[in-house]
């Protein structure tokens, strides 16, 4: 991917292993929010699924020392990024976000994902994490479906307002587990 600033709206996937009350995290290395913990994920290709690339970001960015495949992903809702370039330009980041329960291999690292770390859901290093993640992941980890809309300066490293988060459904009933 190149240097050069984005523009206008970007689609991407961001994907979040997990076992019961744990979640995959790896530090991020390129382009935004650099340093943070994050799940996997990245821009989509053209032509290719949403689907598509988020199987396709995640075994890349992990080395295939996990493999997923499309019918792996559990689909829990779309965030928008809305961000800053340093030159004060506008665009949007789109990010469908799901979870794998059911995975083969161990995490692996690369020169974009270093140290996958399996974090519990109650300690997750939020001040480590991009500033709207406090805001919308636990509510994901819990089993929860929504669409937020996160508002970042340049270099998304603050937010230059409160996030809107709407919740879709009822909240789980019991814990997922891994099958």
């Known amino acids: 991917m190149s240097d050069q600033p984005f523009t206008g ?3 991407c996937s961001l994907v ?7 979640v995959l995290l790896a530090r991020k290395q390129k382009r935004l929010i650099i340093g943070c913990w994050n799940g996997h994920g990245g821009r989509k290709e053209s032509g290719e699924s949403i689907l598509t690339t988020a199987a396709r970001e995640f075994n890349e960015e992990n080395n295939r020392g ?3 495949t499309e019918g792996d992903l559990e689909y829990v809702g779309v ?4 961000n800053q ?7 949007t980041v789109k990010v469908f976000v799901y979870l794998v329960w059911k995975w083969t291999g161990e995490p692996g690292e690369t020169d974009e994902m270093k140290n ?3 974090f519990p859901d109650d300690k997750l290093p939020l001040d480590e994490m991009a500033p709207g993640d406090r805001h ?8 929860r479906k929504l669409i937020a809309h996160i508002y970042y300066g340049p270099k998304q490293k603050t937010m230059i307002k409160p996030p809107e988060i709407e919740i879709m459904g009822d909240p789980p009933s019991k814990p997922k ?3």
Request: aromatic share 16%; proline share 8%; net charge negative.
């Open 66 to 68: 996990v493999v997923i």
């Open 79 to 82: 965030v928008y990024f809305h």
């Open 116 to 118: 996958p770390t399996w």
């Open 16 to 22: 979040f292993l997990r076992q019961p009350g744990l």
């Open 9 to 11: 709206t970007v689609i």
């Open 136 to 143: 919308w992941i636990p509510l994901v980890l819990a089993g």
């Open 85 to 91: 370039n340093e030159d004060g330009t506008e665009f």
């Open 177 to 179: 587990t891994k099958d």
